[in-house]
């Protein structure tokens, strides 16, 4: 593979068909653009990575082509290739999160009334543009009230709830949803062909899964994974520094069960292998998820548990104090054994004081968590037998 150009580089998408899952938006615009509809203005919305600035390109290019096909850019003509080279003074990127100033608007609103230099419209594409200051953001306004022509302003946000009314108001707004899984495995998997990288299917699958929605950071992910060699489920795992599904599922059944002091072992090992504690809690909602879903409806409570936890942990300034003493909460304290002890255990133990009929009768009685024989029990009656 080249190592020249980064690969999110050098696959982006040049077309509207190329494209990975936002059918809705690019079949919108591409009918917008072949019926000679687009508006002056609008705002794509989503999170990091999903294509929105890479649709804005495409749609800047297929505006100004001078031989559209059914609403593609050709790529090829004057106008296309002067845009692709980013020679062209027709489309205009802006950063709003390191333009947030007056004077750039400023500079902004004097350009926009100029015609084209070449082309039919002048794109001004402003990235982030919830950052822009409201000095900035009401100078936009007057000339998004009154839009010459021949401009076109196509707005990109992570936040679209920071962009004020008055502009959302103007605007077309599309939505740009997460990418699935599925869709960007696949896209791993066609890339890795052609670059011809040794990629395993689980690989790819596990990237997919990391990157959240974001094609852009799978593909950071497989560059970096490449550099190194085959992709196997192995190196992606140690890269990610994932947890081994049995390490997952003792965790969630320890929970379930009430055992604090498996879960504290393996809040250790994790802390002594240096471990993201919080990317272990976010792997173990996703497996939590996956059993319930399989059927396990037990796991629902501690899964909400989890969630919590992980919600919780970054404003910790000990996670891992933070975690066990979650763990010891949720599982009532260690017994000498090291299991938790039960509520039934404490309620035993007060009867148990008053006599040795009572003190039978405790270890007889039926714990509220717990199968029989599991070690809150066992804890519960050696522990309350010395009292005699
Ligand atoms: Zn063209």
Not at 48 to 58: D, H, Q
Not at 145 to 173: D, G, N, W, Y
Not at 222 to 239: C, D, I, S
Not at 295 to 301: A, K, M, Q, R, S
Request: proline share 6%; glycine share 10%; net charge negative.
């Amino acid at each position: 593979m080249s190592g020249e150009v980064a690969l999110y580089r050098k696959w982006r998408p040049q077309r509207f068909a190329e494209v990975v899952g936002q059918e809705l938006v690019v079949e919108t615009l591409k009918r917008a653009v072949a019926q000679g509809k687009l508006s002056h203005a609008y705002l794509f919305a989503g999170q990091r990575g999903v294509g929105k600035t890479t649709v804005a390109r495409i749609l800047a290019r297929a505006a100004n082509c001078l031989s559209p096909e059914e609403g593609e850019p050709c790529n090829k003509c004057e106008n296309c290739r002067r845009i692709l080279s980013g020679r062209s003074l027709d489309m205009v990127e802006i950063d709003g999160a390191s333009n947030r100033g007056i004077d750039q608007i400023r500079r902004l609103r004097e350009e926009v009334n100029y015609v084209p230099a070449g082309a039919r419209y002048k794109v001004y594409i402003i990235d982030e543009v919830h950052m822009l200051t409201n000095e900035a953001f009401n100078a936009l306004l007057k000339t998004l009230e009154e839009p010459p022509p021949h401009v076109i302003f196509i707005f990109a946000t992570t936040e679209p709830h920071k962009v004020p009314t008055t502009i959302l108001s103007r605007c077309q707004i599309f939505e740009f949803r997460p990418i699935p899984e599925e869709l960007i495995k696949g896209k791993l998997l066609e890339i890795a062909v052609a670059e011809g990288i040794p990629l395993e299917e689980s690989a790819a699958a596990l990237i997919a899964r990391r990157a959240s929605g974001s094609l852009r950071d799978a593909e950071v992910l497989l560059e970096q994974l490449a550099q190194g060699g085959p992709v196997t489920e192995e190196r992606v795992v140690e890269l990610l520094g994932l947890p081994p599904r049995e390490e997952l599922d003792r965790f969630l059944d320890a929970l379930a069960g009430k055992r604090a002091a498996p879960a504290l072992e393996t809040v250790e090992g994790l802390w002594a292998r240096g471990r993201d504690l919080g990317l272990f809690l976010e792997e173990a909602v996703r497996r939590a998820r996956d059993r319930i879903i399989a059927g396990e409806g037990e796991l629902v409570d501690v899964a909400r548990r989890l969630i919590g936890w992980r919600t919780e942990l970054p404003r910790s300034a000990s996670p891992r104090i933070h975690l066990e003493l979650e763990i010891l909460a949720a599982c009532g304290p260690l017994g000498p054994q090291g299991g938790a002890v039960s509520q039934g255990t404490s309620e035993g133990k007060t009867r148990g004081e008053k006599g040795g009929e009572a003190a039978e009768e405790m270890v007889e009685a039926p714990i509220p968590t717990g199968d029989p024989g599991d070690e809150g029990r066992e804890v519960g009656s050696q522990e309350a037998l010395p009292l005699e």
